[in-house]
């Protein structure tokens, strides 16, 4: 192997190792067959007991109630803002702007009806979670972003809806218990926190479905979806057995309040410093600061510095802290699959650079 990196890609990004060991011996020869992963056919046994299997952790783990069906599909979670206005839009909808992905979604939406932003957090360059809002009793539904991937602030907290709630978790899903029953949809890339790229999850509360007027074109309808097992069409398989795999190993670790707690931990670690480092400022207000994505910048004052503490940090094998171009400075993802290690190594990273520059 190559020398030691600490992993802090926001996507895709790091996965456990030995979903990577599996999924490369599973390309060698799945499960006995002696044919790859990417040359079996999707209508066999060992396939389907592979979608069971991964259907059953996600319900598993997320404690998801009968009355959902998940399905796993193409598209990123860029797609699920189509699918979501496709299958859920009728009069009008209301959308949380809390970033860049809250707004590419809201734009799917308004190319096929009425739909506005509630509230919004732009004016300070979304740095914040808005609060107090409004939402009419009237909408079809509201969208949030749980957690914002540029930004670096997330809605802890399952909030209390009067319209049936819709949710991007995509970046961070399967870190902390989350009380499903409270959406009408959850859905997601898995290549923020529980998979590689290639598929998206969507978990539906199956009488929130079959409200909507409009034709809905067969691939973009979650009925035929549900239906067909995720199976309609081929499905993206190489993602799911790793997604499948990387379920297997958060289950291993005690799931999701075992998970949390480490990355609760990581999360506070990494901002204890960036609040005590004189260099370094957060960027996002501290009580919406988000447990995966953390963002921060170079001191006011210090800021020629930045360019420079990037190359410190690469020469002790940091990966992927380079702030998103619309904050600028750094960002660290510390997904579920980031160790305690990795974040405390850029901890040292900064206290050193702190040190030579005093
Ligand atoms: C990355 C991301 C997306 C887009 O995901 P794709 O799978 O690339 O389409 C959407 N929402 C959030 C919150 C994200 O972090």
């Known amino acids: 192997m190559s020398k030691p990196v600490h992993v802090f890609n926001a996507g895709p990004c790091l996965l456990p190792q030995v979903a990577i060991d599996n999924a490369i011996a599973a390309l060698k020869d799945f499960k006995g067959t002696g044919v790859s992963l990417i040359s079996i056919s999707h209508r066999t046994k060992e396939w389907e007991s592979v979608m069971d299997e991964c259907r059953a952790l996600w319900k598993e783990l997320l404690c998801i109630p009968d009355d959902y ?4 599909l193409g598209g990123g979670a860029s797609l699920q803002f189509l699918y979501v206005a ?8 209301g959308y949380l702007d809390t970033g860049v992905w809250a707004s590419k979604a809201l734009k799917e939406a308004r190319g096929l009806g009425n739909a506005y932003a509630v509230a919004s957090s732009a004016d ?10 409004e939402i009419p009793s009237d909408l079809d539904y509201l969208h949030i972003t749980t957690n ?13 809806c009067p319209v049936p709630l819709i949710a991007d978790m995509s970046s961070d899903i399967l870190s902390r218990r989350v009380d499903v029953s409270k959406y009408a949809m959850i859905y997601g890339g898995a290549q923020k926190n529980a998979g590689p790229a290639g598929v998206a999850f969507a978990i539906i509360r199956k009488d929130a479905l079959g409200k909507v007027s409009r034709y809905i074109p067969t691939m973009l309808d979650y009925r035929v979806h549900i239906d067909k097992g995720s199976m309609f069409n081929t499905p993206p398989v190489f993602s799911i057995f790793v997604m499948t795999e ?33 260099l370094f400022t957060g960027t996002a207000d501290k009580e919406d600061r988000s447990i995966m994505n953390v963002c921060f910048v170079m001191a006011p004052g210090r800021e020629a510095l930045q360019d420079e503490f990037l190359a410190f940090a690469k020469e002790r094998g940091m990966v992927g802290i380079k702030g998103h171009r619309s904050v600028g400075g750094f960002r660290a993802s510390i997904y579920n699959a980031c160790t305690q290690e990795d974040v405390e190594a850029l901890v040292k990273a900064m206290q050193d650079f702190e040190s030579l520059k005093k």
């Open 148 to 160: 914002n991937t540029i930004y670096g602030t997330e809605i802890k907290q399952d909030i209390d």
């Open 86 to 93: 496709m299958n859920f839009l009728e009069k009008k909808a």
């Open 246 to 278: 990387t379920l297997k190993w958060l289950k291993a670790q005690g799931g999701l309040d075992a998970i949390h707690e480490r990355d609760v931990r990581k999360a506070e670690t990494l901002y204890a410093e960036i609040d005590r480092n004189s």
């Open 69 to 72: 069906e998940t399905v796993f």
């Open 124 to 133: 300070r360059n979304y740095c914040y979670i808005p609060k107090g809002y």
